[in-house]
């Protein structure tokens, strides 16, 4: 029986969801992970561009590329408590691998001059000698991939956001990758990675708010009131490029005291004990008004 073309490369295949494949492929009934021989997404190359696969490497074994996604989420949902973002996470990691071979693939087939051409292999002589002209663990300046890369905390809603800001990462090294890139074939595939990141953010944004939390309800023990609230305006003059004073929300919104330049006007918070602290505010040597302050 031929494999159903909704079982997509790298994806994870369970008993519940592919049973049927698995026995007309004669393959044990305990067999959790399975790789087909097909892409996600159809890679075709018009003219390898060796500088170019440099690049793709970024994406490769880079520190927002598809690897780093895929073991991030993966651990993340091995340590998930919460069944529905546990699977979330496993799908969206195990999609990231299918990610990883087309970027990969892709890379290799722009990569493949430095083979055998001697100019070509000028573009990256550490690909093209101790690579073999093809895709390593490394970025796009060969700096090996490490998993320091990864953000994990065991805690969901931290880790969430974490996620969101690596798929927004992602999204646009993915953009200007495509802005650099000449070959129709590469930018129709790297458009179809490019979306996928905005799909993989729209979900861990939705997963949460599912949570329940407040945006700035991170952990168990909360901030200490008043200095919560308090802006300090450590960032004064006028600098050489232009650069001026300039206020928004963060330091005009209602309940926010802004400090002016605490350092100059000796403010210091000798306690941080909610219910508990006394601090130069208390003492009147910083006299501080809603959006403005005074020393």
């Given at each position: 029986m031929k494999p159903?073309?909704?079982?997509?490369?790298?994806?994870?295949?369970?008993?519940?969801?592919?049973?049927?494949?698995?026995?007309?492929?004669?393959?044990?009934?305990?067999?959790?992970?399975?790789?087909?021989?097909k892409l996600m997404f159809t890679v075709r190359v018009g003219e390898p561009d060796p500088r170019f696969g440099n690049m793709l490497l970024e994406q490769f074994g880079g520190a927002n590329g598809e690897l780093a996604a895929a073991m991030q989420y993966s651990v993340q949902g091995i340590n998930c408590e919460n069944i529905a973002c546990k699977d979330l996470l496993m799908d969206i990691g195990t999609e990231?691998?299918?990610?990883?071979?087309?970027?990969?693939?892709?890379?290799?087939?722009?990569?493949?001059?430095?083979?055998?051409?001697?100019?070509?292999?000028d573009h990256d002589p550490l690909i093209a000698i101790a690579g073999g002209g093809g895709v390593t663990l490394c970025n796009s300046m060969g700096t090996s991939w490490?998993?320091?890369?990864?953000?994990?905390?065991?805690?969901?809603?931290?880790?969430?956001?974490?996620?969101?800001?690596?798929?927004?990462r992602a999204k646009i090294v993915y953009e200007r990758l495509i802005?650099?890139?000449?070959?129709p074939g590469t930018k129709e595939a790297l458009q179809f990675l490019m979306t996928r990141e905005i799909t993989h953010m729209r979900a861990f944004m939705q997963a949460l708010d599912s949570l329940g939390?407040?945006?700035?309800?991170?952990?168990?023990?909360?901030?200490?009131?008043?200095?919560?609230?308090?802006?300090?305006?450590?960032?004064?003059?006028?600098?050489?490029?232009?650069?001026?004073?300039?206020?928004?929300?963060?330091?005009?919104?209602?309940?926010?005291?802004?400090?002016?330049?605490?350092?100059?006007?000796?403010?210091?918070?000798?306690?941080?004990?909610?219910?508990?602290?006394?601090?130069?505010?208390?003492?009147?040597?910083?006299?501080?008004?809603?959006?403005?302050?005074?020393?």
């Open positions: 159903s073309r909704n079982l997509r490369s790298s994806q994870r295949a369970s008993v519940e969801h592919v049973g049927a494949h698995l026995q007309s492929a004669s393959l044990p009934s305990n067999y959790m992970y399975h790789h087909i021989k990231e691998l299918s990610h990883l071979e087309i970027i990969g693939t892709l890379a290799r087939m722009h990569l493949k001059p430095m083979k055998k051409s001697a100019d070509a292999a490490t998993a320091d890369y990864l953000k994990i905390t065991g805690d969901l809603n931290v880790d969430l956001h974490s996620n969101i800001a690596a798929e927004a802005n650099f890139c000449d070959d939390k407040t945006p700035l309800s991170i952990g168990m023990i909360p901030p200490t009131p008043d200095i919560v609230d308090q802006y300090y305006n450590d960032s004064t003059g006028q600098g050489d490029q232009g650069e001026v004073h300039t206020t928004g929300p963060w330091n005009t919104q209602e309940g926010i005291s802004v400090i002016e330049a605490p350092a100059l006007s000796d403010f210091q918070v000798l306690k941080a004990t909610p219910k508990a602290g006394r601090t130069t505010l208390d003492n009147g040597k910083a006299k501080v008004t809603l959006g403005k302050s005074k020393s």
